[in-house]
C-alpha cells in the first residue's frame, strides 16, 4: 500500500541554523506534498506545499524540494527561531480522491 | 469565514459506551477526513468523506467506528462500546473538490478520554 517515510524522528538545532527534514514516498501516483506544523496540544497547519511540476518552492525562511525520479522531498528551514519548534509532517497525496498519506513527523527542538 | 469546527473539544467517556464526535469542515468544503494521533505519533487516516458518501474507510476498525457526512448537517465519526485503547486526539480535515490534491484544513481536535 501507499507509505509515507520521514526522517529523523526527532531533530535538534542551535537558534539560528538550518533544519532539514526528509521524506520518500512509495506510490508514483502522488503529485501533491504537503508539509504540516502541529505545536504541542494544537491543530496541524499547513506551511507549505509544492506539486509534482515544480522542482522546489519557496516561502521566506521555508523551502521545499521535490525529486519525483527519487520519490523524495525535504523541508528546509534556514535561520530557525525557538518558535519553530514543533513536529513537522510530510505527505503525499494525489488525484481523483486518492487520500492524503502523511509521514510520522519529526520533533524539532529549537535550542536558543 | 469560519475555519474545521470540531466539537466537543474534550469528551470523557466510561468503557462500553458511545462517543460521538463531530466535524463542520470549512464553507465551500464538500470533502471530509477524519485522523486519529495518539501521543508522540502521527496522524493515522481514518477515513474520507464526500456528501452522502464514503470514499475511503480503509484506515478505520471494522468493528465498533462508523463515519457519514449526511447531506445537511456535521460530519460525525461514532465510536460505539468504546474501550480504553479509543483514548486519542482525533482530528477532522476538510478540502474544496478534487482532494487528494488540495491543501486540508484541520479542526482542533477532539481529544477523547476513555475511564
Known amino acids: 500500500g501507499e507509505n509515507v517515510e520521514q526522517h529523523p524522528s526527532t531533530l535538534s538545532v542551535q537558534e539560528g541554523d538550518s533544519a532539514v527534514i526528509k521524506c520518500t514516498y512509495s506510490d508514483s501516483a502522488s503529485n501533491y506534498f504537503p508539509w504540516y506544523k502541529q505545536e504541542l496540544g494544537k491543530r496541524p497547519q499547513l506551511i507549505i506545499d509544492?506539486?509534482?511540476?515544480?522542482g522546489e518552492k519557496k516561502d521566506q525562511r521555508i523551502a521545499v524540494t521535490l525529486n519525483k525520479t527519487a520519490k523524495h522531498f525535504s523541508l528546509h528551514i534556514t535561520e530557525t527561531q525557538p518558535e519553530d519548534s514543533a513536529v513537522y509532517f510530510c505527505?503525499?497525496?494525489?488525484?481523483?480522491?486518492?487520500?492524503?498519506?502523511f509521514g510520522a513527523g519529526t520533533r524539532l527542538f529549537v535550542k536558543a | 469565514n469560519a475555519g474545521v469546527m470540531q466539537n466537543p473539544r474534550h469528551l470523557v467517556r466510561r468503557r462500553g459506551q458511545e462517543a460521538r464526535l463531530r466535524c463542520s469542515p470549512m464553507k465551500g468544503h464538500s470533502h471530509v477526513y477524519w485522523y486519529r494521533q495518539l501521543p508522540e505519533e502521527g496522524l493515522k487516516f481514518m477515513v474520507y468523506?464526500?456528501?452522502?458518501?464514503?470514499?475511503?474507510e480503509s484506515g478505520m476498525p471494522k468493528e465498533r467506528f462508523s463515519a457519514e457526512f449526511p447531506k445537511e448537517g456535521p460530519s460525525i465519526l461514532r465510536i460505539q462500546q468504546v474501550v480504553r485503547g479509543d483514548s486519542a486526539a482525533y482530528f477532522c480535515a476538510s478540502s474544496p473538490a478534487g482532494a487528494g490534491n488540495q491543501p486540508q484544513h484541520f479542526g482542533d481536535g477532539t481529544r477523547l478520554s476513555i475511564l
Open positions: 468523506l464526500q456528501k452522502e458518501n464514503i470514499i475511503d
Open positions: 505527505a503525499a497525496g494525489g488525484t481523483g480522491g486518492f487520500k492524503t498519506i
Open positions: 509544492i506539486r509534482s511540476n515544480v
